[in-house]
């Protein structure tokens, strides 16, 4: 089987893709596009969308979070990415279906973030596979049209970013009732934990967000499936966009 993955450096999609292969034992090969320039590059490659994760198994394309793990639980049905019990099944399903909203919870906060502070952007290219032997600081120094672009795209302004921080503590919590219930975190891995355990650990790369989730079950549970990740982004909110973190988890 011949398997490679396209991506976006920092994309926490692709991370759940690449946790996944690895979860089956799937060797793959990956090759990161240029954020923004993804869109066009994704339909230049014969993909229908314009989103990653995009993979290539044997020369089928099959593209975006949710195709691709059923795909990868077509070609090799063992080890699991769904519980046998249909009951179970169905609540993991339903976790699986809230991460893709979910996952716009980073990626429109971390546009606006990197908008403010470029050079952050170095720290999220160290595991990049661009294929190309440009120097990080080139990169940084041109990349004010990507996240122009980026930012554009992804409604990163002020009113959307700062409601986005308010949902994270209701993100939060339904995480770690997920977690309370067994359908995330559980012996048994599934799809909804390498969904959303991506989300929450690029959230955990801000110096302002992390305090307030490290903690917390969700936060535990993304450092369990990704011990290490790449990127930090230092304070950069205002402070009174961060007053919805400080209020006392539920006990």
């Known amino acids: 089987m011949k398997v490679k993955l396209y991506g976006v450096p920092g994309s926490h999609p692709v991370k759940g893709a690449e946790l996944m292969l690895d979860y089956k034992g799937i060797p793959y090969s990956r090759r990161d596009l240029f954020p923004v320039a993804s869109r066009v590059l994704t339909r230049a490659l014969g993909f229908k969308g314009n989103r990653v994760p995009a993979i290539k198994i044997d020369g089928r394309r099959v593209q975006g979070s949710h195709d691709v793990t059923r795909e990868l639980e077509a070609v090799k049905p063992d080890p699991p990415l769904f519980p046998a019990d249909p009951a179970a099944r169905a609540a993991v399903e339903e976790a699986e279906a809230w991460s893709d909203p979910f996952q716009q919870v980073p990626r429109g906060i971390i546009w606006w973030a990197l908008k403010r502070e470029p050079g952050a952007q170095e720290s999220f290219l160290n595991d990049a596979k661009l294929g190309i032997p440009l120097p990080t600081g080139m990169l940084i120094k041109t990349s004010g049209p990507v996240l122009w672009g980026a930012q554009r795209l992804n409604d990163s302004y002020d009113p959307t970013v700062q409601s986005l921080i308010a949902q994270i503590p209701e993100s939060l919590d339904r995480i770690d009732a997920w977690i309370a219930e067994g359908v995330l975190g559980g012996a048994q891995p599934n799809a909804a934990d390498f969904q959303i355990a991506p989300s929450v650990r690029l ?41 919805p973190l400080r209020a006392p988890a539920p006990s």
Do not use: K, N
């Open 203 to 243: 959230l955990m790369t801000f110096d302002d967000l992390r305090p307030a989730i490290e903690s917390r079950p969700a936060g535990q549970h993304a450092q369990r499936f990704i011990p290490q990740a790449p990127g930090r982004i230092p304070p950069v909110f205002p402070a009174e966009w961060l007053a």
